[in-house]
């Protein structure tokens, strides 16, 4: 069964701390692995999309990596700020079909205390 | 620079009514797409269309109809409203279909429909 699943739950961490979240998948035949940011209230929005052969991805303080092999995508914030306080969603896509389908984890509340 | 616009952004609906969740981009994308999010679970696909004129259902679809008359709207409409209806609702645009590199998916601001 395709699935998505994240890690922690949910985190809290010092402004100015690093962290990392987790997103273990199971869904094949793959094709891409994304990471969106969720204010609350707000549509997510894109931070990165990685394909099967990009090991790292950066968008500014966020950095994401993709091991195809073990199946595990990790999302590295680096000197975090209030405003990074969101669910983190890991979204992933098969490519069982003409247009594929997409798999979402349920997210990664992160708050981010001063 | 409006992207994907979503209204309303609130509605409170009785059991048994309809309504129309409306949904324009500006992007020029071929590719839109409907989602439910509840609470604690990932968000749901319930409809979504590759072009004008065609759609097709999503994970979730029932009692919920959509049509694609042009490249920029794409509404979703509640047939006769149900309390497990209550949610909120995100339309997303695309470049790309799901599988695609270029199937970045822009999402709207949510509508939070609830039914009583």
């Known amino acids: 069964k395709n699935q998505v699943e994240q890690s922690p739950q949910s985190l809290i961490i010092l402004e100015g701390k690093n962290c990392t979240l987790q997103?273990?998948?199971?869904?094949?035949?793959?094709?891409?692995l994304r990471w969106y940011k969720q204010d609350t209230g707000r549509g997510p929005v894109s931070l990165t999309i990685m394909t099967f052969s990009e090991n790292t991805k950066s968008n500014g303080r966020y950095t994401a990596t993709l091991d195809a092999d073990t199946k595990q995508s990790s999302l590295h914030i680096t000197a975090s700020q209030l405003s990074d306080s969101a669910s983190y969603i890991c979204?992933?896509?098969?490519?069982?079909?003409?247009?594929?389908?997409?798999?979402f984890g349920r997210g990664t509340q992160l708050t981010v205390w001063p | 620079n409006a992207g994907v616009t979503q209204t309303p952004k609130f509605q409170v609906l009785k059991t048994g009514q309809s309504m129309t969740l409306q949904c324009a981009q500006d992007m020029n994308h071929e590719y839109m797409s409907w989602y439910r999010q509840d609470p604690g679970m990932g968000l749901r696909l319930i409809h979504y269309?590759?072009?004008?004129?065609?759609?097709d259902q999503g994970e979730v679809p029932n009692g919920y109809n959509v049509s694609r008359s042009t490249t920029e709207d794409f509404p979703l409409r509640l047939l006769s409203a149900a309390p497990s209806q209550t949610s909120v609702y995100f339309c997303a645009s695309s470049y790309g279909g799901f599988h695609a590199n270029t199937g970045e998916l822009f999402f709207g601001e949510g509508s939070r429909l609830t039914v009583l």
């Open positions: 269309s590759v072009g004008a004129g065609i759609t």
């Open positions: 979204v992933v896509s098969d490519r069982g079909s003409t247009l594929g389908r997409l798999y």
């Open positions: 997103c273990n998948y199971t869904v094949s035949p793959f094709s891409n």
